[in-house]
């Protein structure tokens, strides 16, 4: 018995032994990295079938972005509505998500580069759409007012070169960002050596992030390619989203997060997290204004800079920028777009200057139908047109992927709340309500193209500085007081840091063995 119990000790010793030294084998081979922890196979190993798992290093701020820690706020209105002003921003606590926001507006050279881009690649067989992506220059007349010279100059001129981009459409910024989106991913794989810059795209041949991983894109290849680990694949492959160097999605803030990010609140928190404290949770102070908990656009400090204004709008009538050897403001229409005071996020003229363009499709009653968390009316749900064998159909004349509506069908096969639609602009705000309280051009200028702005301008007063206060306009129109600026989504962990998700009490394990 006892001769039996020892040969059981052994054979269990020797299988400990066996695991621990095929996983110290594997690793000293540097054929494998990582063990699963549902089976116990070797992850990132040939040998084990090839099952990939990124060495995530966390992400990293986007250039010309800051990072913007999430919470709740109260959104809405921040003091009375002006008697002559439309009723349609009402209070109500929210929590929006982290995410990365422009420190600045968009400024002309920015979008210059994209004007640049789009003739470069597409000139040459689609004028039409590089035409379509110029801004309107023409914004700047007004039939009482000499304002050719901003006509000719203010977009060209490198006088305004960081001067916010004006006379952009929503649908146009929209586009900006998606092409930002693609420059981005395109020169993350040239940094990486995976891809050489390629100055000879045109048309179909454009690097998009879709095609490119779809094997539809394919470019002069880099030095340092992705050694492809599937034992039945070939020896190199693209890469992959799951490789973590692909950036998520550049985009319009939504109206919800374009406002938390206005207001600031950050600044208000009299005990913020830091590396010796947990942190408050609270707010001492609600802000009118995104300089912090003050009714005043002046800057108060007892310095040479107290009663200068911290935002470019328009005193009063007649009044744009003060009197000469005193101007207020200092700026008669835009200003540079890293003038004047930022916020506790970083941000720069959040209020004046110019508005800017959310995501947001308008409503009157939005605030009291979106979500309580990532709140926002404008979803339209598409997808990926694939061919029978399930392969992606070949991209378009402009190179990129199809895309097409989810079917009715497939959304009520596939969801377990009320959606009828891909189309979701109307989502509880009633389709019969749409077809008759939104005949636009009727009784309304409201319908599925009207799109919300925000913050006020060099033209505005004082009281569309506020970030509760809301506009719209329809999203083929521009105008000389809007812009717009960039957000990109914060993935994994809220914090900025790439602290670990939820609280964190001194156990946590790493994921990887």
Known sequence: MKRQLFSNIL???????????????????????GVSRVTNWFWNDRRYGGFEVADYKGQQTPIGMTFVLGGRFTMGATEDEVPTVEANSMRRTVSVSSFYMDETECENVSYREYVYWTWRVYGSDYPELCVYTQPDETVWRSPLAYNEPYV???????????YPVVGVSWYKATDFCQWRTERLNEFLLIQNQTLQPNTDQSNEDVYNTGTYIAGQYEGTNGTNLKHNLDPSGDKFRPMKYEDGLFISDVRLPTEAEWEYAALGLLGNNPAPENKRRRGEEVVTD????????????????????????????????????????????????????NSYLPNAFGLYNMSGNVNEWVMDTYRPETHTDMNEFRGFRGNIYNEYVYQEDYTFEEKDSLGRLLIQPVSTKKLQATRTYDVRTYDLNNFKDGDTLSNYAYKYGE???????????????????????????????????????????????????????????????????????
């Open 11 to 33: 054979l269990g010793i020797s299988a400990a032994v066996l695991i621990t030294s095929c996983e110290s084998r594997s690793h000293k081979l540097g054929k494998g990295e």
């Open 286 to 337: 609600r802000n009118t204004l995104p300089w912090g908990p003050k009714n005043t656009p002046r800057y108060g400090t007892r310095n040479r800079y107290q009663g200068e204004f911290e935002g470019n709008f328009m005193r009063g009538a007649g009044d744009a920028m003060g009197v000469a050897g005193g101007l207020n403001d200092n700026a008669d229409v835009t200003a540079p777009v």
């Open 443 to 513: 009784n309304t200028l409201i319908n599925d193209s009207t799109k919300v702005f925000k913050g006020g301008s060099w033209a505005d007063r004082a009281y569309w500085l506020s970030p509760g206060t809301r506009r719209y306009l329809q999203g083929n129109l521009s105008t000389a007081t809007i812009g717009f600026r960039c957000v990109m989504d914060r993935m994994g962990s809220p914090d900025g840091d790439d602290q670990p998700g939820g609280n964190n009490f001194g156990n946590q394990k790493k994921h990887k063995r």
């Open 152 to 162: 000719k100059n203010y977009f060209k001129m490198p006088a305004y070169d960081h």
